[in-house]
């Protein structure tokens, strides 16, 4: 190898190329450069990277191949008498010292870090000890509404709203102690005036000395993320609540399968004791007989409550309102009840208004509205109470009062006593009795009336009060009404006996019901099947026709149908017994060609008044009876 000269370019050489040794190849190329290569102040500066302090990131090609960055302040100029770099030359360096490798790898790691500041979805913001804003990254401006030129120099309580005025000086306390605040959960207000949530953790920046001298911080929005937890949290309580519901309601229907259970046994074994006893000693039938026909009655207002209970789950409790003096109403109701208070000793009193009072309603559903919180007075009551009914009109409402000073109602069992098979704590004894299912009827039936009714109670121990209101009509002159009543409270009529035909294939329900239609002076004749009751009445025409829907041979609907399509037949007046009492079925008897439709066990009076009635209009000039 030629000796080695001294090179012209000493100085730059020794900043661009920091090594011990540096040889020229002859010819005038460095021994370290490659021919055709750019010379090295233009290869030191061919790639930067502002830095903001005037300084550059260089990138230079060591002997081995490798590049090195290299932090430069300014870019030399071209030594006196060089030759000028040709195109597509780049030149090479040897490799640094180890102390030169060390700085240039910081300035590597800031520009790194500096380009991950940058890019961060997060907010990235830095201020001083005073609050001011000093930095600001793209990712403060997509979560904040606000560019860098706006929110540099500015207090960083333009982001807190007006109610946290103390968390900013918090924080900036714990900053000044050196102390770091992690995942601080709070609301920020963007530049258009929106609130988000937002997870803060703020640091403070040291100086070299220690000192702090700043804070750093980095806030993520967090609004999704809470309001997913927000809706997750309510999901959960309302399955909770959904939960405690059903096994509310699973407790509830469980005790009202016990009680049903005990609401049938105890008449059913009052009626079969009863039989056994009139079959064992005549001289007891008559009062057997009284026994078994309350038990069975008693029974029967059992059935029609459930499906009463059967009705309201279907929305399907039919209404025929019309006018009515709820004083009448009340009258009737209080007759009703006089026996069961008597039984049990207690006091019942009626108050009504000096003036009429009167409502568009259903009276025989109002009537049973009324009787089941009497009903259900009597019952909490205990032995020798007292229960006082009221009415009045408030403005233009009707009300309702029913009162009692029986064993109340705790807090915690009112908002749910209306609620079906609800009642309040009961002894093993089962006192009380009853299907929980009385006041959810009267709801029920005041809710179709466009009313609303309320329990009240001090605490147990201390009676109840139950209020109806219903929507009552304007007050009118006291003579308007003179001919309706009278219409209304006329006597009876002498009764005329009416031509009935009985079709009932169960031979004890037809003796029965012959021998009481007998004893209200009517004449009577059975048959016990379909077919047969179409030939007796083709033989001898009856005015009324009794007919069990479940007839063998030839079922009700049937026959009703036959029935009709006689000319011979059709001013007969045929009346449906059936034991199925749902709406439907008795639009389905109306379908078929009934005029009525009773439900067993068939109520007497209803079927007496229907018989007279048809005894009455069988006057051949008379006009068919309306079905109902």
């Known amino acids: ?40 102040w233009v290869a030191c500066h061919r790639r930067r990277v502002a830095l903001g302090r005037g300084a550059s990131i260089v990138r230079i090609l060591a002997p081995e191949g490798r590049h090195v960055p290299r932090r430069d302040p300014a870019p030399p100029a071209p030594p006196t008498g060089a030759p000028p770099a040709p195109d597509g030359d780049r030149a090479t360096r040897a490799a640094p010292t180890p102390a030169g490798e060390l700085a240039d790898g910081a300035d590597s790691a800031r520009a790194w870090l500096a380009a991950i500041v940058e ?18 990254n793209r990712g403060a401006e997509r979560v904040f509404g ?80 809470r309001r997913a937890e927000e809706q997750r949290a309510h999901l959960l309580e309302i399955a909770q609540r959904a939960r405690e519901e059903a096994e509310a309601s699973s407790r509830a229907k469980d005790e009202f399968l016990a009680m049903l259970g005990h609401e049938l046994r105890n008449p059913l074994s009052a009626v079969r004791s009863a039989i056994v006893a009139a079959m064992l000693d005549d001289r007891t039938r008559a009062r057997a007989l009284q026994i078994a026909r309350r038990q069975t009655d008693q029974l029967a207002r059992i059935v029609d409550d459930l499906l009463e209970v059967a009705r309201i789950t279907r929305g399907r409790i039919p209404l025929r309102k ?10 009737r109701t209080v007759d009703a009840a006089r026996a069961a208070m008597d039984e049990r000793g207690h006091v019942l009193t009626l108050t009504l208004p000096p003036e009429p009072l009167e409502l568009v309603a259903d009276s025989a559903r109002l009537e049973q509205a009324v009787a089941n919180l009497l009903a259900n007075a009597a019952k909490y009551t205990d032995p020798g109470g007292f229960v006082a009914l009221s009415a009045e009109r408030d403005g233009g409402d009707a009300v309702i009062r029913v009162k009692d000073n029986g064993i109340g109602i705790a807090a915690e069992v009112l908002p749910r006593v209306f609620d079906l098979f609800s009642q309040g704590p009961r002894a093993l004894d089962r ?44 007050t009118r002159s006291a003579d308007a009404g003179t001919g309706v009543a009278a219409a209304l409270h006329a006597g009876p009529r002498d009764p005329h006996p009416t031509r009935i035909l009985v079709a009932e294939d169960n031979p004890d329900a037809a003796d029965s019901l012959v021998l009481i239609l007998e004893l209200l002076g009517h004449r009577v004749r059975v048959v016990h099947d379909g077919v047969a009751a179409l030939e007796a009445a083709r033989a001898s025409a009856p005015d009324l026709m009794i007919v069990d829907i479940g007839l063998p041979g030839m079922d009700g609907y049937e ?33 078929a060609g009934f005029d009525y439709h009773l439900a067993k066990p068939v109520d007497i009076d209803s079927l007496g008044s229907v018989c007279a009635r048809v005894g009455r209009e069988s006057d051949p000039e008379g006009s068919p009876p309306t079905r109902h």
């Open 1 to 40: 190898m030629p000796r080695a000269r001294r090179c012209r370019l000493r100085p730059l050489r020794r900043r661009c190329f920091p090594c011990t040794s540096f040889r020229w190849r002859k010819g005038g190329a460095p021994a370290s450069c490659e021919r055709r290569r750019r010379p090295p």
């Open 119 to 136: 890019s961060s979805d997060d907010a990235i913001v830095s201020k001083n000890l005073d609050g001011i804003i000093t930095s600001w």
């Open 146 to 225: 606000y560019t860098a030129e706006e929110a540099i120099g500015r207090s960083i309580t333009m982001l807190i709203p007006e109610d946290r005025p103390d968390e900013e000086p918090g924080i900036l306390a714990r900053v000044r102690r050196g102390e770091r605040v992690d995942h601080y959960e709070t609301v920020r207000r963007r530049k258009d005036g929106t609130l988000i949530d937002v997870s803060l953790t703020v640091s403070p920046i040291l100086d070299q000395r220690g000192r702090v001298i700043g804070a750093s911080k980095i806030a993520r929005d967090v609004t999704e993320r």
């Open 322 to 331: 019309a006018r009515v003096d709820l004083a009448d109403v009340l009258r």
């Open 431 to 474: 006192a009380h009795g009853g299907l929980g299912i009385g006041l959810t009827l009267v709801r029920r039936i005041v809710d179709l009336h466009g009313g609303s009714v309320a329990a009240a109670s001090p605490g147990p121990g201390r009676g109840a009060e139950f209020t109806i209101r219903l929507p009552a009509l304007p």
């Open 559 to 591: 026959l009703a149908r036959a029935v009709r399509r006689d000319p011979a037949l059709q001013r007969m007046t045929l009346v449906a017994l059936t034991g199925y009492g749902r709406p439907e079925d008795k639009a389905r008897a109306i379908a």
